[in-house]
């Protein structure tokens, strides 16, 4: 069973989010948090205007055993950037100094790349696609897009930096990356499928 800290909305502005367990949404009340989207392989919840706080997952195979990668609990932390610019400035400076996201994707409402920390945990770099909390969230609760590809797509973050580089929009390397046009040349880990 999931722990649930009652607090506030105002206290949990600005965490990220983790990987928990989804059916813990229907057994525990998440105070001052609204479900955004929930299907048999996660949910995605808000305690304010942002798209999601805390994303829950259950993905196959998914269990408490020493594997870091499919252990039920904590998967990732979020940090958000308020324009791409920062996001991408980031990337280049740590790419500078050796340290390389694991796997980066566009979600749909946030452009998002993955690190791993010394002990293995996952830290998440993000922008808001939309640049506003209330749209993308629409957008993740109503699109018939997010339905059906709720993780998104892939995308290489050398190739998205030479994109900007030569002047392209970010709302051009959002579009080019949802059309499949910026994913590397392998997926860098397998994104389970939620069953018919």
Request: with cysteine.
């Amino acid at each position: 069973m999931v722990a649930v800290v009652q607090a506030q909305a105002d206290d949990l502005l600005g965490i990220g989010h983790g990987r928990q367990q989804p059916h813990a949404v229907e057994r525990d009340p998440l105070v001052g948090a609204e479900v955004l989207f929930q299907y048999e392989l996660g949910a995605w919840i808000s305690n304010d205007e942002a798209n999601h706080r805390i994303a829950l997952l259950a993905f196959p195979g998914f269990t408490d055993d020493p594997e870091k990668e499919t252990r039920a609990g904590l998967h990732h932390t979020a940090f958000e950037y308020a324009a791409f610019e920062d996001l991408n400035a980031s990337y280049l400076r740590l790419k500078a100094d050796g340290i390389v996201p694991a796997f980066c994707l566009d979600h749909g409402m946030t452009f998002s790349y993955y690190y791993r920390d010394p002990d293995g945990n996952h830290v998440e770099l993000q922008v808001d696609n939309f640049g506003d909390w209330s749209k993308s969230s629409a957008w993740m609760r109503d699109s018939l897009e997010f339905q059906e590809d709720p993780l998104g797509k892939f995308v290489d973050p050398d190739r998205v930096a030479a994109a900007f580089a030569d002047g392209v929009s970010f709302d051009a390397i959002h579009a080019r990356a949802m059309a499949g046009e910026l994913a590397p040349e392998a997926a860098p880990v397998e994104l389970p499928k939620a069953e018919a």
